[in-house]
């Protein structure tokens, strides 16, 4: 199959005829059962028609994602909610009315309409209304639902660029809508709707402090943090690898000058002995490391820029065939909290405290 690069952009999306055509087209793949990879907000999606089985299978298969791990149904407004789920809890209303359109995704109890293929086998289904327009207007256009993960090969960093889906799906799909860079860079927010206190179970953009603003208690998931707890995450993806490049990660924790001097120390041997070294650096440190490779992932005060580039960091070591990386750690309770559960799965947990002595 070959794989068509169609440039898309929210601003000219009313005036462009041209970007017209291209949604037309993505929409018409879409609902006759192909796959179209498209911007959002938060990172690139793997689209297919959510409501068509044969789409799900096809997205599980491009992708080399186990069967169980279920899609987040895509929608592009508020009305196309009503007929995918068997109940609506008053609190869904309250978060769509104030994140979406947005980084959120919701887990509601799932009506016949939806395939068990597209939500794993589930009761549930994951919605969510994206903020991007070129997005909303593909998803319209596909029929109103549309299933999509992230359009990276299972256990790789998502895509925040086309051109990183392009590596990945290649020759695996009909097409790719290539809107730029994301704005957010790490996924959407999960939180579940089906349990007496709302519970969030995979952190994002939208923190706990703003959902409790609008639903009062809320729960986290006690796995999103730890290591292997042997408790199941509630997401069933959250259980996986994730985000992985190909060298070996290692989060080195602790103060910030005990960091710098064990990843130096660290680095120097490594390269000694034949290893390709990459650091994550922050604004505040980079001049202080002796690695061959560092990459600033933003200020440390900025979460929101750290986000952005956390995957493109990732994604670039793979392209310099880096095999050791050590990164700072991040801690936070906003989206410092996303940016390190997704660095821990990135590096299969593996941390080391700073201060600790090197074997
Ligand atoms: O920002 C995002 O959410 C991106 C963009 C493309 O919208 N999508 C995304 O999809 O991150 P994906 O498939 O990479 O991650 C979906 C997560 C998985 O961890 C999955 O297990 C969980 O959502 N999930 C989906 N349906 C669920 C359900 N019914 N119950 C619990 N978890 C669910
Ligand atoms: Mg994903």
Redesign the pocket.
């Known amino acids: 199959m070959q794989t068509k690069l169609v440039k898309v952009s929210e601003a000219k999306l009313e005036t462009d005829p041209e970007q017209g055509k291209a949604i037309e087209k993505a929409g018409q793949i879409l609902r006759e059962g192909g796959l179209v990879a ?1 911007p ?8 297919g028609d959510a409501l068509n089985k044969e789409s799900s299978r096809k997205i599980y298969a491009a992708k080399g ?1 186990p069967s169980d ?4 149904v ?1 929608i592009a407004k508020l009305e196309a909610l009503y007929p995918i789920v068997r109940e609506l809890p008053e609190e869904a209303l309250r978060l769509a009315e104030a994140f979406w359109p947005g ?1 959120l ?1 919701m ?1 509601l109890k ?1 009506s016949a309409l939806v395939p068990k293929e597209t ?2 086998g ?5 919605v ?1 209304m ?1 903020g991007d327009a070129v ?1 909303r207007a593909m998803i319209e256009a596909g029929g109103g639902y549309v299933a ?5 090969t299972s256990g790789k960093p ?1 895509p925040t660029q086309a051109k990183y889906v392009a590596e990945d799906m290649d020759g695996k799909i009909d097409i790719i809508l290539d809107g730029g860079a994301v704005c ?1 860079g ?3 927010t ?1 939180v ?1 709707l ?1 349990e007496e206190i709302p519970m969030i ?2 952190p ?1 953009y939208i923190t706990k402090d703003m959902l409790e603003k609008v639903l009062g208690e809320v729960e986290v998931d006690q796995t999103i943090l730890s290591a292997d707890s042997g408790v199941k ?6 259980k ?1 690898r994730h985000y992985a490049p190909k060298g070996e990660l290692t989060i080195v924790s602790g103060a910030a000058e005990k960091v710098v001097e064990m990843i130096n120390r660290l680095s120097g041997e490594q390269t000694k002995k034949g290893e390709k070294v990459g650091v994550i650096a922050t604004e505040e440190t980079r001049k202080q490391y002796h690695a061959p490779i560092i990459k600033c992932v933003g200020k440390r005060t900025d979460e929101d820029a750290i986000a952005r580039s956390l995957y493109t960091i990732l994604r670039e070591f793979d392209d310099e065939d880096v095999t050791a990386i050590y990164s700072e750690s991040f801690e936070g309770s906003e989206m410092g909290q996303a940016i390190m559960n997704r660095l821990l799965k990135a590096a299969g947990h593996h941390v080391i405290q700073a201060e600790e002595q090197i074997k």
């Open positions: 498209f959002t907000e938060t990172v690139y999606g793997l689209g994602r791990n279920p899609l987040i895509h980084p995704t887990i799932k939500t794993g589930l009761d549930t289904v994951a969510r994206p997005a999509a993960p992230s359009a990276n998502s957010i790490l996924e959407s999960i579940d089906t179970l995979r994002g995450p509630k997401a069933p993806g959250m996986y």
